[in-house]
Nanobody, 123 residues
Framework: QVQLVESGGGLVQPGGSLRLSCAAS????????MSWYRQAPGKEREVVAV????????NYPDSMKGRFAISRDNAKNTVYLQIDSLKPEDTAVYYC????????????????WGQGTQVTVSS
């Protein structure tokens, strides 16, 4: 049974940083690309980042480039999302995802999902 469990969210001031974690189980982790999505209040769920199974390739939508960094530790079956210089508009629920498929190097919505972790950026 595929299971994805996010952690690391919380309340942070603007300009701060967070490192989110996603612990995966129930599949051969290194065989699969992994991704992070987020959903802010009143907005659609959007992809933040994707990483290949080996960790050798990462990709981000243009809007996410610069402050977000995805990484993984296959020995720990864990994927991470580093967020720097947090802004209030980064407030969202962040979801770990194992995509069903990719299009143009980015995951399409679907596959397996974690429950999400709340990131709130406020002073």
């Amino acid at each position: 049974q595929v299971q994805l469990v996010e952690s690391g969210g919380g309340l942070v001031q603007p300009g701060g940083s967070l490192r989110l974690s996603c612990a995966a189980s129930g599949f051969t982790f290194s065989n699969y690309a992994m991704s992070w999505y987020r959903q802010a209040p009143g907005k659609e769920r959007e992809v933040v980042a994707v990483i290949s199974g080996t960790g050798g390739t990462t990709n981000y939508p243009d809007s996410m480039k610069g402050r977000f960094a995805i990484s993984r530790d296959n020995a720990k079956n864990t994927v991470y999302l580093q967020i720097d210089s947090l802004k209030p508009e980064d407030t969202a629920v962040y979801y770990c995802n194992r995509p069903s498929r990719l299009k143009s190097g980015l995951p399409i919505e679907g596959g397996y999902w974690g429950q999400g972790t709340q990131v709130t950026v406020s002073s």
